[in-house]
């Protein structure tokens, strides 16, 4: 049996990686020239670089083991910070009972109490319904803190109203259940294995980044047997009547035909469809052109210190702040930067095509210099822009009508009895690193099994993600 894997991401070469393990032909592409999709690093000068922040943590044992065995155990552990600025003030998030009574203004304290106190009051009478971001967050939070923080920053992040983003979003990204939640976890801490308790312990790689784990899945994968094809995206997948037969995908500037028995995919579910043919139907197609992606541009500003902040990232949710988000790879790994100066990634999110998708490295330096100079993060002359990177399809936009467009998509999908589908791209699911690694994992055990192991209902509760 020959399985193509079409994605380098976590997921494609997790799976890749157990198939070939089990002495399986797989061959797998990617369009980019490197593995690791968006958990990629690079290296500029004496700098790593990463999309963003990344963790790698997760309660499963088995899982934490494979990414030892993957690194060759070069893993370094690291207890997560992350805080928000708000009300020029840092707030550690998720929100501690104890740091908001030391930070916030007594007077917004209280309206924040009492708006959480009415609020909980009404809804003895008039149930809110969790229909959408703000409609949840309200209810549970009240109107202060939905402003100040939980809306203002959401709205910022995914350039749209509160109103028009599904509550799933919320259920799966705020940890707390609601203020009192919040109080409750401050005083009572959670035991671990709680649902909705925070893992605040994370694995990172010793060298290289983020990216390490690709690198070293690709490697792994090609001593066992497999093939990895960089550079070479998809063209077609051609089918024949419920069966997708030949997988063609292009490399150095002419087209190969790889036959194929099972086809695994990890590159956007939409991209994929579109390579079927015969084609996919009209409504297929408006589906596709309902589901958005939310970009991001990730600026990166070298600094003249050794530290900008113990985080490992920071929120910014005030308005007159274009980034929305820092992180600083040396508080991951000491590898990450040398040890007199630092980097700084400053994200932007936008829509591609707009003006901010558009930025060159001078821009975007001279906007996010500009708001770390406002945090106090940095001195006046001591930063300078470094790189810029883009991801197209970074975090799937969660509309009000996003599963019912997706569910067009799945059933498509679902007709080709050897196709396959999985990983944050392949579901449009805005999971972890962990998930998509077990995702992977899974679709492979069915594949080797001939029964489902279930890779679908990984990270497809309602239980919190951060």
């Not at 995914?158 to 799966?172: G, H, L, N, R, V």
């Not at 069966?243 to 087209?255: F, H, M, P, Q, S």
Request: hydrophobic content about 40%; overall charge neutral.
């Amino acid at each position: 049996m020959h399985v193509v894997v079409l994605g380098a991401g976590l997921a494609g070469l997790a799976t890749a990686y157990e198939l070939s393990r089990a002495g399986m032909a797989v061959t797998l592409i990617e369009k980019e020239d490197y593995a690791g999709g968006m958990a990629t690093s690079w290296k500029k000068g004496p700098y790593w670089l990463d999309h963003g922040p990344h963790r790698f943590h997760s309660r499963d044992k088995q899982l934490i083991e494979h990414l030892y065995e993957v690194l060759d155990n070069e893993v370094v552990t690291r207890e997560r910070m992350s805080r928000i600025y708000m009300q020029g003030k840092f707030f550690h998030y998720p929100l501690k009972a104890q740091n908001v009574l030391a930070n916030m203004p007594k007077g917004l304290l209280f309206k924040a109490g009492w708006d959480y106190l009415t609020i909980r009051v009404r809804q003895w009478f008039k149930k809110i319904p969790d229909d959408n971001f703000e409609n949840w967050v309200l209810k549970r939070f009240g109107r202060t803190l939905y402003e100040i923080f939980f809306g203002t920053y959401t709205s910022k992040a995914w350039k749209m109203p509160c109103t028009e983003i599904s509550a799933d979003w919320a259920s799966q990204r705020i940890s707390q259940a609601n203020l009192w939640d919040t109080v409750k976890k401050t005083l009572m801490p959670p035991r671990d294995g709680e649902v909705r308790s925070l893992v605040s312990e994370f694995w990172y790689p010793a060298h290289g980044g983020i990216g390490q784990i690709g690198r070293k899945y690709a490697e792994k994968i090609e001593r066992m047997g497999g093939v990895v094809h960089l550079e070479a995206p998809l063209e077609r997948i051609e089918l024949e009547g419920n069966l997708a037969k030949r997988v063609i995908y292009r490399k150095n500037g002419r087209e190969h035909v790889l036959e194929c028995d099972e086809i695994v995919n990890t590159i956007p579910l939409s991209r994929a469809l579109e390579a079927f043919q015969p084609g996919i139907s009209p409504d297929v197609h408006a589906a596709i052109a309902n589901l958005r992606y939310s970009a991001i541009v990730f600026v990166y500003v070298e600094v003249d210190k050794p530290s900008v902040s113990p985080d490992h990232w920071v929120y910014l949710p005030e308005k007159h702040l274009t980034i929305h988000r820092i992180s600083e790879f040396k508080n991951f790994s000491d590898d990450a930067a040398p040890g007199d100066k630092t980097v700084v990634c400053c994200e932007i999110t936008c829509r591609v095509g707009d003006e901010h998708w558009n930025l060159d490295l001078e821009q975007g330096a001279k906007i996010a210099i500009r708001d770390l100079e406002t945090l106090g993060l940095v001195e006046p002359g001591t930063a300078r822009g470094l790189d810029l990177a883009k991801l197209r399809y970074a975090y799937p936009v969660y509309d009000l009508t996003y599963k019912e467009n997706l569910e067009v998509l799945k059933r498509a999908a679902k007709r080709v009895s050897n196709f396959q589908t999985t990983g944050r791209q392949g579901l449009y699911r805005y999971n972890n690193m962990d998930h998509s690694i077990a995702m992977g994992r899974r679709i492979a055990k069915t594949i080797l099994k001939g029964a489902d192991a279930r890779a679908d209902e990984v990270a497809a509760g309602q239980e919190y993600f951060g």
